[in-house]
């Protein structure tokens, strides 16, 4: 665990998802610089991080997981906001997220569109 200590961000995604793929090139890409706070980690090469964080396969390829500080999972939309929280210019659009009327009906959509994924390309039935 003291390796994943040394960044304060680890996200951990889906590095068979094309989609997922895009989505962190694109974060990337308006963080606008390396990052070098944030470790991103497949989940379908460190399995073992997955386990010791009691995150099941399934959670791993349907919801965002990050881990902060080495010990603290935050998931799902929570992880979408702290991660564009973490760029200066989108922070507007983190708090409009985190705004309970707006998160919760963006949650049901996210978990639609991400199930419509899997099942499509066959992981998930």
């Not at 998802?17 to 944030?38: E, F, M, S, V």
């Not at 999972?73 to 009327?101: C, M, N, R, S, T």
């Not at 978990?111 to 066959?122: C, D, F, M, P, Q």
Request: proline residues 4%; contains cysteine; glycine residues 4%.
């Amino acid at each position: 665990m003291s390796a994943l200590s040394q960044y304060p961000i680890v996200v951990l995604y889906d590095g068979i998802c094309p989609a997922c793929i895009k989505d962190r090139q694109h974060y990337q890409k308006l963080a606008g610089r390396k990052d070098d706070a944030i470790l991103w980690l497949d989940i379908n090469q460190h399995q073992q991080i997955l386990k010791q964080f009691a995150i099941s396969e399934q959670a791993a390829m349907t919801e965002l997981h990050l881990i902060v500080g080495g010990k603290k999972i935050v998931k799902e939309l929570d992880a979408y906001i702290l991660l564009l929280g973490h760029i200066w210019w989108l922070k507007p659009l983190a708090w409009f997220i985190a705004i309970p009327f707006i998160k919760a009906p963006l949650a049901k959509y996210y978990h639609y569109r991400v199930n419509k994924r899997l099942t499509a390309s066959g992981r998930m039935k």
